[in-house]
């Protein structure tokens, strides 16, 4: 079966740190596109971090410097290190996934169900 | 600065209704535009890709439209199991910003 599966959220202390996982089954990561997209509690989708095929990545200006998205290739996994967690930084993390054919260029066709991490002293 | 616009935020309709929800890209985006639903407490699901193609396994009342900087979708006749947020996303270079939703439900 296809899917992703978020692991890792929990309650950290603001400056505290947590490490996301995402752990695929049925396709390759490093054939895709992966990124992290958050969702706040009651708010929209925010996108995160991406990791391109050859492993070149990109960040939201708002996690720039504090998150670093990284692949497991022997463990067909995807992480988000996060650090120096701020309040503002509690959400839903979602793993999810972009083919890059001439159909579909990148957009998200695969989601994970979400890891809740929570900032709060 | 790079934008992402939707119009309206909510809407209510009746069942059987067309209804249609704008996005406006800032700046231009081609076609590199999708539409993803997000039912509540449920993961957000592709309806719609390169602005205008149709996801498998979405039911042909979803459409899309639009090149540049203004896109819509439509639901051509609204569905009791619609009920649901909507976001556009741009996906043609980062960031890759969604907008900010349109809460759909019936009347």
């Known amino acids: 079966e296809v899917q992703l599966v978020e692991s890792g959220g929990g309650l950290v202390q603001p400056g505290g740190s947590l490490r996301l996982s995402c752990a695929a089954s049925g396709f390759t990561v490093r054939d895709y596109y992966m990124s992290w997209v958050r969702q706040a509690p009651g708010e929209g989708l925010e996108w995160v971090s991406v990791t391109y095929i050859g492993g070149t990545t990109s960040y939201a200006e708002s996690v720039k410097g504090r998150f670093t998205i990284f692949r497991d290739d022997s463990k067909n996994t995807l992480h988000l290190q996060v650090n120096s967690l701020r309040a503002d930084d509690t959400a839903v993390y979602y793993c999810a996934r972009a083919p890059y054919s001439a159909n579909y260029r990148g957009v998200i066709d695969l989601w994970g169900q979400g890891t809740l991490v929570t900032v709060s002293s | ?107």
């Open chain 2, 1 to 107: 600065d790079i934008q992402m616009t939707q119009s309206p935020s909510s809407l209510s309709a009746s069942v059987g209704d067309r209804v249609t929800i704008t996005c406006r890209a800032s700046p231009g985006i081609t076609n590199y535009l999708a539409w993803f639903q997000q039912k509540p407490g449920k993961v957000p699901r592709l309806l719609i890709y390169s602005a205008s193609t149709l996801q498998s396994g979405v039911p042909s009342r979803f459409s899309g439209s639009g090149s540049g900087t203004d896109f819509t979708l439509t639901i051509s006749s609204l569905q009791p199991e619609d009920v649901a947020t909507y976001y556009c996303q741009r996906y043609n270079s980062v960031p890759f910003t969604f907008g900010p939703g349109t809460k759909v439900d019936i009347k």
